[in-house]
């Protein structure tokens, strides 16, 4: 494989660039064909909460710290990308009017403002909500929608897109609008046994069918190429190809093999996840439990709001904390929810109330799989 030097001192050896849009951060990798990590940085952006059960980033700060992490990798790795890949943060949405510029602060997967919106999915038929594959969870960007075109009409009047948080910041990498399954299957607005938007949905939400970028084929698919604008912002030549990338609870089941049935993958982070993989869809889909991840995501965002920690694995130190074990089928302990208060005060109803979320957490986290779990415990 041919190598040099290009005119800025960075190698010509072929590479990669990926980019994961996080909740919190944005991580940017530059790896060989192969794999072979040779650079990587990450950078931050707030997650703000202006009301109660409000969880939302300005997408500005998203495209800044992707500059940033972006310009750190390359700079760290010494050569100039070929190619650009992207995964992100699920559900939420960009409302964003015709040339990308978003017209209100993006509202994420973790919001719980419209739990009273989720009523209109409850009055479909039962088949049109079995094909969206998917529990009624207020931070998707149906419920979302249909909130938006309800409490801020001015705000969904100057939408013209409606986008996942990874298509936004890739629309402003190309210049171009798509979506892509693995992001639009879960939005509650994804037929997802079709693979298409699900446009009797979409209108018995009320919502414009326009607002929903074209579908590309796949993850795979080229989503167009870095623009010149976009190009001077990463310090990167114009013209690279961009694909179209993933969700990233997809792009992570992929990357740790979870391809067989029987098998399962375990995610914390901002949010806690278990995935397992089918060999076909069941009929009907079971799993469409509206309350427990409505409650569940509600109790977490005002846990955040009133200054909780909400963790895995290690108390933070010094902190006032709870804690439940999330236990296999076995009954084997496989991990923790912790949330800790980050300063020393404590008392028998804040404790209470941590343990209250530890244990809600642990246990839908085990329930998805039919597990056990353990009562919580609680201390310093």
């Known amino acids: 494989m041919a190598t040099g030097t290009a005119a800025d001192g960075t190698s010509t050896a072929p590479a990669a660039l990926g980019i994961d849009l996080g909740t919190s951060s944005v991580k940017a990798v530059v790896t060989d064909l192969a794999g072979a990590v040779a650079g990587q940085a990450s950078a931050g952006y707030p997650v703000t909460g202006p009301r109660p059960g409000w969880s939302e980033t300005d997408p500005l700060a998203w495209l800044e710290a992707t500059a940033a992490a972006v310009r750190a990798a390359v700079a760290e790795a010494g050569v100039t990308p070929a190619a ?79 986008l996942q948080p990874k298509d936004w910041l890739r629309a402003r990498l190309t210049g171009e609008f798509h979506s892509e399954p693995s992001d639009a299957s879960g939005t509650l607005l994804y037929d997802v046994v079709a693979d298409r938007w699900d446009d009797d949905v979409i209108a018995a939400l009320g919502l414009e069918r326009g607002a929903f970028a074209p579908l590309l084929p796949s993850s795979a698919h080229a989503a167009g190429r ?68 409505t409650v569940l995501r509600a109790e977490l965002a005002e846990a955040r709001e009133r200054g909780y920690v909400v963790s895995h694995g290690e108390r933070v130190s010094g902190a006032v904390g709870a804690s439940a074990p999330i236990r296999d089928a076995t009954g084997r302990v496989i991990g923790d929810i912790v949330i800790t208060w980050p300063d020393n005060r404590t008392s028998d109803a804040r404790e209470a109330a941590m343990g209250l979320v530890a244990r809600d957490a642990a246990a839908e986290i085990s329930r998805n799989l039919g597990w056990a779990v353990a009562g919580e415990r609680s201390g310093r």
Not at 129 to 150: E, F, K, Q
Not at 248 to 274: C, F, H, N, R, W
């Open 226 to 293: 870095l623009t010149g604008e976009a190009a001077r912002r990463l310090g990167l030549p114009a013209g690279i190809p961009v694909a179209a990338g993933a969700a990233d609870t997809a792009a992570a089941a992929l990357g740790s093999g979870l391809v067989e049935p029987g098998t399962a993958q375990l995610t914390i982070g901002t949010g806690a996840q278990v995935v397992m993989p089918l060999a076909a869809l069941p009929d009907p889909i079971p799993g469409l439990r509206p309350v427990p991840k």
């Open 84 to 162: 650009i890949g992207l995964s992100g943060q699920m559900h939420g949405v960009v409302a964003t009017d015709a040339t990308g510029a978003p017209v209100r602060a993006a509202m994420l997967w973790s919001d719980s403002r419209a739990v009273a919106y989720l009523a209109g999915y409850r009055d479909l038929d039962a088949p049109v909500r079995r094909r969206l594959a998917n529990p009624l969870s207020p931070g998707m960007a149906g419920p979302m929608l249909a909130w938006l075109a309800a409490e801020e009409p001015s705000a969904y009047a100057a939408m013209r897109w409606a």
